[in-house]
Each structure stands twice: as structure tokens, then as C-alpha cells.
């Protein structure tokens, strides 16, 4: 086991810098073709969110903006938001939280082209609209065999891999909690969280967001409460430790031995992981929902970005550097955060942490397992195939709860390198299709109008099976822009 999770590091530490490079560059693309919207159209996207949904069929309800980002959201606020950014502060020290922010900020525009190309080239599904990057590497480049590769790859990532971190987290934090050693507990705690995540994803989407609508927003609301509370208690303390992160970021101040490239590596990385920005992942949401033009969920899963790293990141960073500052050495995750906590606030700060890990961890068990099963949808549309994947899912869980700490983080880097590398190569040539959405969308906006899509406002996107003005979204987008005419005439 310990020569299997060093040869995994060994080969993540060459290939991320291959995976950042691209994550950069591509970032930056973005936000230079799009004026950078991820900025510029905040507002917008608070507006956006908020926007309710249509039919998709007669009596049957589709999926609202608001819930397409508590599926995204399910799966990005979890572990990388607690454990992750714990390891990336202690392997490489306070700068770790620069490159986070400084991810989220340029990634914020790779998941807007990304979410808005998974809407252009979403289908109609037995639920809700499915779609993400398999599809538009399909339909969009005609890559089938690579969307296929895609397919697979996320369907590992997420189901088994990711949600064996997310199992692992919160069989950590229970320990800790309660001081339980050895296998046994570990196999309680495995079973019984398999248990309960079964009892949610054999019940299909629409349980599934049913959940991740109270339970994301809910967690990450009073995780942020208890972080602003250990923020107002060092107020004093906050300017330095600003200058801390940026300083040790850009190399004015090392923090035990933990350099700068150690710093920009697990920043980027443990970011990525978080926000998932450009990893391929947010798409596979942003397609379910039922809006009347595409643009409008590229604007909402960009806003996801900020929330999950600005926030919700920046609330557990804020935690540890503030309960002492000069962190970076030995690895470690989730009992970091919860000790730091329990020395700002006071015993009750672990047993509170080790809830808010669970319901979170336990989203994003959720929200992943929907990415596998929409994946698994694109291979192959057999009821059997989803059951055994959500078999091997409670399987995966149970495992995780029972692994090495570092062989599963290293692994849910090793595959979300994968996941990033197709998709950033697949979306650089569509971009231009996102682009174009966006200027169509704003100038029915500068008219004052609700801004609706039709497939022959961009002719030049082959093989566009929805958006053909069937959708009922569509339908009360085009009688609310004819009111709004109506009323200015």
C-alpha cells in the first residue's frame, strides 16, 4: 500500500504541472474572449439564480436554476472545502490559500464556457435534461470516442474515487470525535453511511436534488456563521494574517520549508478540486436545468465557483491560520481544521465540525454519484447498468471509509488531472459557440428584454437537438418578453 500511494504522488507531482499550465492558460483564454464575465456580470448571475422553472413535459416539473446549483454545489462543497484546503495549508504553508483564491478568480470563466456549452448541447431526459461534456465532445466536436473515454473517466472519478475521499473524511472526523482506534469502527461507519446514501440515490434526481436543496445551503450557511464568529474573536489578527497568505504566496516569507512551488502546487490543486472549475464535472448539472437560454447557467455555476472557494475555502483557511499561523510541515486533514476550531471556540467547535463534515461530505456523495449516473447514461441507457453502478457506489463508500488518507487524496488527484486535461482540451475549440451565446444574451438584455434562445440564433452549432422552442421555459419567455413590449408601447 505505502509503494502504491508513493508511486501515485511521484506521478502527480510531474504530471499537475502539465494540468496547471493548461488550467491557467485556458482561465485566462476565457476571460479575455468574454470580457471577463466572471466579474463583470455578478450581478447577473445573484439575479439568475433565483429564476423559476418550466415544464419539462406537461405536469411534469423541470429542474430550477437554484436546484442544478445545489446538485453542483452538493458535490463541490465537501471534504476539499475542510480537509482539502487542512492539507493544502499544512504541506504548503499559509500561500497555498493565494493560489486557491487566484484559481477560483480565473476559473470562475472556464465554468461559465463549460456550463454554457453543457446547456447548448443538453438532451431531453426520462426526468430532467441530461447532458455535460461527453455530450458536447460528441455533438459538438464529433469526438465520440474521446467523449466516451470522458464518460468512463468521470464515472470512476466521481463514484468511486471522490466519493471514497469524501467517506474517508467523515470516517476521520468521527474518530477524532470520539477517539475510536482500530478497523471496527471503521466498518461501522463505513456500513452505515453506505446505508443511508443508498436509501437517497436508488431514489433517482429528483430525490437526490429534493436533499441537496436543504442540505447544502443549510451546512454551508452555518459553517460560515462559526467561521465569521472565530474572524470577529482575532479581528485584530486578520491584517496579519492577510499578509501572511499573500506574502508566503509570492515568496516574501517561507513557512516551515514549505516553498513557493509547494505553496502554487497544492493551492491550485486542493482549489481545483474544490470548485471544480474546468474539471468537467459542474456541466453534468448545469444541463438538468430548465431556463430559456444557456448563458443564464453559465452564469450560475460561475457564481458556484466563488461561493465554494471565496466562501466557504477561505472560511476553513481563515480557521486554522488564525488558531496558529505557522503551519506547514506534517500532512494532515480534517482533525486539523477540528482542533483548530475546538481552540477558537471552545470543545463544542468538534463535535459541530464533525456534523457540518458529514451532511457535506455526505452532498457530495450524492451530487457525485448523479454525475456517474448521468455518465452512465451517455454509455449505455439500461435501468440494470445505473443499479450497479449505485451498487459499486455504496461499495466504494464503505472502502473509503476504511482508507489510507493519502492513497485516496493522491488517487482523487491522479483522476481529476485526467477529467481536466479532456475537458479543457475539448472546450478551448467550442469556446467560441459560449462566446457567441453570451453577446446574443446581453443584447437582449441592453433591450430590456428576458433574453431567449432558439438553435437557429447560432446556425453555425451543429448538431443542437433541444433549444428548438418546444420547452415550455421557452414559451413563457417568449409571452413575458411580448408583455414587456406590450406594456412599453
Not at 240 to 246: H, P, S, T
Not at 249 to 267: D, P, T
Not at 344 to 371: C, D, R, T
Given at each position: 500500500m505505502t509503494q502504491l500511494t508513493e508511486l501515485v504522488a511521484s506521478v502527480n507531482d510531474v504530471y499537475w504541472y502539465g494540468v496547471i499550465a493548461l488550467l491557467v492558460i485556458a482561465g485566462l483564454y476565457f476571460s479575455v474572449t468574454t470580457l471577463i464575465v466572471q466579474i463583470r456580470l455578478f450581478p447577473e448571475m445573484l439575479r439568475t439564480i433565483t429564476e423559476k422553472p418550466s415544464d419539462i413535459d406537461e405536469g411534469k416539473k423541470g429542474i430550477?436554476?437554484?436546484?442544478?446549483?445545489?446538485?453542483?454545489?452538493?458535490?463541490?462543497?465537501?471534504?476539499?472545502?475542510?480537509?482539502?484546503?487542512?492539507?493544502?495549508?499544512?504541506?504548503?504553508?499559509?500561500?497555498?490559500?493565494?493560489?486557491?483564491?487566484?484559481?477560483?478568480?480565473?476559473?470562475?470563466?472556464?465554468a461559465f464556457i463549460e456550463s454554457t456549452l453543457a446547456q447548448l448541447y443538453k438532451v431531453k431526459g426520462k426526468d430532467s435534461y441530461v447532458g455535460g461534456p461527453a455530450y458536447y465532445i460528441r455533438d459538438g466536436l464529433g469526438w465520440k470516442p474521446v467523449a466516451v473515454v470522458f464518460a468512463v473517466i468521470i464515472t470512476v472519478t466521481y463514484g468511486f474515487v471522490f466519493n471514497a475521499v469524501q467517506a474517508n473524511s467523515i470516517s476521520e472526523s468521527v474518530r477524532n470525535q470520539f477517539d475510536l482506534q482500530g478497523t471496527g469502527a471503521g466498518v461501522v461507519i463505513g456500513l452505515g453511511l453506505a446505508v443511508v446514501t443508498g436509501l437517497v440515490i436508488f431514489g433517482g434526481v429528483r430525490r437526490l436534488s429534493a436533499v441537496t436543496e436543504i442540505l447544502v445551503p443549510v451546512m454551508a450557511a452555518a459553517y460560515v456563521v462559526v467561521a465569521l464568529i472565530v474572524v470577529a474573536i482575532?479581528?485584530?489578527?486578520?491584517?496579519?494574517?492577510?499578509?501572511?497568505?499573500?506574502?508566503?504566496?509570492?515568496?516574501?516569507?517561507?513557512?516551515?520549508?514549505?516553498?513557493?512551488?509547494?505553496?502554487?502546487?497544492?493551492?491550485?490543486?486542493?482549489?481545483?478540486?474544490?470548485?471544480?472549475?474546468?474539471?468537467?464535472s459542474v456541466p453534468n448539472a448545469a444541463a438538468t436545468a430548465s431556463v430559456s437560454h444557456p448563458v443564464k447557467q453559465g452564469l450560475v455555476q460561475s457564481l458556484g465557483v466563488y461561493f465554494d472557494t471565496l466562501v466557504v475555502c477561505s472560511a476553513t483557511a481563515f480557521i486554522i491560520l488564525l488558531a496558529d499561523p505557522e503551519f506547514g510541515g506534517d500532512r494532515e486533514g480534517i482533525t486539523?481544521?477540528?482542533?483548530?476550531?475546538?481552540?477558537?471556540?471552545?470543545?463544542?467547535?468538534?463535535?459541530?465540525?464533525?456534523?457540518?463534515?458529514?451532511?457535506?461530505?455526505?452532498?457530495?456523495?450524492?451530487?457525485?454519484?448523479?454525475?456517474?449516473?448521468?455518465?452512465?447514461?451517455?454509455?449505455r441507457d439500461s435501468p440494470r447498468s445505473i443499479n450497479v453502478f449505485r451498487a459499486l457506489v455504496l461499495l466504494a463508500v464503505f472502502g473509503g471509509a476504511l482508507g489510507s488518507v493519502d492513497l485516496v487524496w493522491g488517487l482523487a488527484d491522479l483522476f481529476m488531472g485526467f477529467m481536466a486535461t479532456i475537458n479543457l482540451i475539448a472546450i478551448l475549440p467550442l469556446s467560441g459557440l459560449a462566446v457567441a451565446l453570451l453577446r446574443h444574451y446581453l443584447q437582449q438584455k441592453a433591450k430590456g428584454h428576458n433574453p431567449?434562445?432558439?438553435?437557429?440564433?447560432?446556425?453555425?452549432?451543429?448538431?443542437?437537438?433541444?433549444?428548438?422552442?418546444?420547452?415550455?421555459?421557452?414559451?413563457q419567455a417568449v409571452a413575458d418578453e411580448a408583455r414587456e413590449v406590450k406594456a412599453d408601447e
Open positions: 430550477s436554476a437554484f436546484r442544478a446549483f445545489t446538485i453542483s454545489a452538493a458535490s463541490r462543497v465537501g471534504t476539499g472545502n475542510v480537509a482539502g484546503v487542512a492539507i493544502a495549508i499544512t504541506v504548503g504553508g499559509p500561500g497555498a490559500v493565494f493560489w486557491m483564491w487566484l484559481i477560483a478568480i480565473i476559473g470562475g470563466a472556464t482575532n479581528i485584530t489578527e486578520v491584517p496579519d494574517m492577510i499578509g501572511l497568505i499573500v506574502g508566503h504566496a509570492l515568496g516574501f516569507r517561507e513557512i516551515a520549508g514549505a516553498a513557493i512551488g509547494a505553496a502554487l502546487m497544492q493551492g491550485m490543486r486542493r482549489g481545483l478540486f474544490s470548485n471544480e472549475a474546468g474539471m468537467g486539523l481544521t477540528q482542533d483548530s476550531l475546538a481552540s477558537q471556540v471552545g470543545e463544542w467547535g468538534v463535535p459541530f465540525l464533525m456534523v457540518v463534515i458529514f451532511f457535506l461530505a455526505f452532498s457530495s456523495i450524492l451530487g457525485n454519484s448523479y454525475y456517474g449516473e448521468a455518465n452512465i447514461n451517455f454509455l431567449v434562445f432558439h438553435r437557429d440564433d447560432l446556425p453555425r452549432a451543429r448538431n443542437v437537438t433541444a433549444w428548438d422552442g418546444s420547452d415550455p421555459m421557452t414559451h
